[in-house]
Nanobody
């Protein structure tokens, strides 16, 4: 059974930092692309950052240079280091695991963790 434990969210002032963690179980972590998404109130969920199975990374333009995604396959955990936070970063952040083969795509989602950037 797939299970995620997300942590690290909270309230932070503009310019501050937070580190999100997503510990996964129930699937072969190292073979899955891991991502962070976010959803702000009344907005659609958007992709924030992706790390591939070999550690490659991709970021949304809005977070480039401020956020860093990383993974530890030994701990089955993906991280999102968020620096220089802005009020517009306020959202619920979700981790996602994805695996594709010739037949289908497997998508698993965490429960989400709230990040609020406010003075």
């Amino acid at each position: 059974q797939v299970h995620f434990v997300e942590s690290g969210g909270g309230l932070v002032q503009p310019g501050g930092s937070l580190r999100l963690s997503c510990a996964a179980s129930g699937f072969t972590f190292s073979t899955h692309t891991m991502s962070w998404y976010r959803q702000a109130p009344e907005k659609e969920r958007e992709l924030v950052a992706v790390t591939g199975t070999y550690g490659s990374t991709t970021y949304a333009d809005s977070v480039k240079g401020r956020f860093t995604i990383s993974r530890d396959n030994a701990k089955n955990t993906v991280y999102l280091q968020m620096n220089s936070l802005k009020p517009e970063d306020t959202a619920v952040y979700y981790c996602n695991a994805q695996y594709k083969n010739w037949a289908r795509t497997y998508d698993y989602w965490g429960q989400g963790t709230q990040v609020t950037v406010s003075s």
